[in-house]
């Protein structure tokens, strides 16, 4: 790890600590109303939205608590709104198991069009909903 990504690896993990925290004990309609508000323009490139993909993931890897894609999906959407970044959360399901009874469900945060976290399943899952916020 460099010396510079201290302060985007600890912003990632205070982060993701707090989504936990916040889906663990508050209901799911104030995490939807204050926790996806957003502003900003969207990122036009790659590199735009990398540090903070590249930030959350690792620190997802490393901390001693779930940090799954609805974790890590609020952590990514708020650091990007700290840059001046909008970005969108999306929230779909697929079913599974044996007789495709069981039904899971994935966040991915987008950016314009650039895929930030959870994309690399997102193809299948199918959206339900998707939550942009408002400024």
């Known amino acids: 790890m460099r010396l510079?990504?201290?302060?985007i690896l600890t912003e990632a993990v205070?982060?993701?600590g707090l989504a936990a925290f916040?889906?663990?004990?508050?209901?799911?309609?104030y995490v939807a109303k204050h926790g996806v508000r957003t502003g900003g323009r969207p990122a036009?490139?790659?590199?735009?939205?990398?540090p903070v993909r590249r930030a959350v993931r690792r620190?997802?890897?490393n901390v001693p608590w779930r940090a799954l894609c609805f974790e890590q999906g609020l952590a990514a959407h708020a650091m990007l709104r700290r840059r001046g970044i909008s970005?969108?959360?999306h929230y779909g399901v697929a079913r599974e198991g044996d007789q495709q009874r069981e039904l899971k469900a994935h966040v991915w945060v987008t950016s314009g069009d650039q895929m930030v976290v959870g994309g690399e399943v997102a193809g299948q899952f199918t959206e339900l909903a998707?939550?942009?916020g408002t400024a």
């Open 4 to 7: 510079r990504d201290v302060p």
């Open 14 to 16: 205070l982060l993701l």
């Open 22 to 29: 916040c889906l663990a004990f508050v209901p799911f309609r």
């Open 44 to 50: 036009r490139t790659r590199d735009e939205i990398m």
């Open 59 to 61: 620190a997802a890897r």
């Open 87 to 89: 970005s969108v959360l």
């Open 130 to 132: 998707r939550f942009s």
